[in-house]
């Protein structure tokens, strides 16, 4: 026979659970990768508002890719436009392994979640667009096992 009142626990423990999870971004976004195939001419493109020239922000990627990703790391050429108009041009290196080879991040099925930061405590002196372009740099032209590209933007708490 059905039990309501057990259900209805199980259902409730499970909602706080899940919006307990979700901590909430200034922004947060993700761009899918088409046949889990990142061409190397493909950029993934961003556009952050910054509505407060006073704060501090914090960058961070989050990058999903498949459990047969077949390197240890991901290079990237990052270009960041800010909202005054200067341009800064960055390259980065992603590790996704640990010392001991494994992958580190949140595995849900075959897929694994990594989130890494890239610029921490980072001020803009106008409010305005922040734009990001992402191109991967790897040897080959062509990346497989690369599911999704995000970008994480926390504004940070004012001492």
Not at 9 to 30: D, R
Not at 58 to 80: C, D, E, G
Not at 131 to 150: A, F, L, P, S, T
Request: hydrophobic fraction near 40%; charge should be positive.
């Amino acid at each position: 026979m059905f039990n309501k009142g057990k259900y209805g626990l199980l259902g409730l423990m499970a909602l706080i659970f899940v919006f307990s999870c979700n901590q909430k971004h200034y922004y947060q976004s993700a761009i899918n990768v088409p046949g889990s195939t990142w061409h190397y001419d493909s950029l993934v493109h961003f556009v952050v508002p910054i509505n407060d020239s006073s704060a501090y922000y914090r960058i961070s990627f989050k990058i999903k890719h498949a459990q047969t990703y077949p390197y240890a790391n991901l290079w990237l050429k990052v270009i960041s436009k800010c909202p005054c108009g200067a341009v800064k041009i960055d390259t980065v290196n992603l590790w996704f392994i640990d010392s001991k080879n494994r992958f580190v991040g949140t595995e849900i099925g075959d897929t694994w979640t990594i989130v890494l930061p890239f610029q921490d405590s980072v001020k803009f002196p106008n409010n305005g667009n922040l734009e990001i372009y992402i191109q991967h740099i790897m040897r080959k032209n062509d990346v497989k096992g690369i599911k999704q590209i995000g970008i994480i933007v926390d504004q940070l708490k004012t001492k």
